[in-house]
Nanobody
């Protein structure tokens, strides 16, 4: 079992930055692939980025490449999403997820946090 709690969301102006954190409880954190997804009002949940259990491999959605960076610290049981050059269309609830398989599909992940709101004003 893994419990996930996101933090770091908030209101930021376009062009600004935020760093989201996802703290995990449970002894197996370092064995899981971790990912970030987001869901904007009226839209389906979409993949943002994923990172392998070791942190050695990452991959991001094309729209976020170069702006968003996923990382993890297994000693702290935490995964991060650094978001730069934010745009109003990045406004969404951001969720972290844990799973066995690295995937851009949400149904491949076993555990989910409650989400943190990110709002980007123009």
């Amino acid at each position: 079992q893994v419990q996930l709690v996101e933090s770091g969301g908030g209101l930021v102006q376009a062009g600004g930055s935020l760093r989201l954190s996802c703290a995990a409880s449970g002894r197996s954190f370092s064995t899981y692939t971790m990912a970030w997804f987001r869901q904007a009002p009226g839209k389906e949940r979409e993949f943002v980025a994923a990172i392998s259990w070791s942190g050695g491999s990452t991959y991001s959605a094309d729209s976020e490449k170069g702006r968003f960076t996923i990382s993890r610290d297994n000693a702290k049981n935490t995964v991060y999403l650094q978001m730069n050059s934010l745009k109003p269309e990045d406004t969404a609830v951001y969720f972290c997820a844990a799973g066995i398989v690295r995937s851009r599909y949400g149904d491949q992940y076993n555990y989910w946090g409650q989400g943190t709101q990110v709002t980007v004003s123009s």
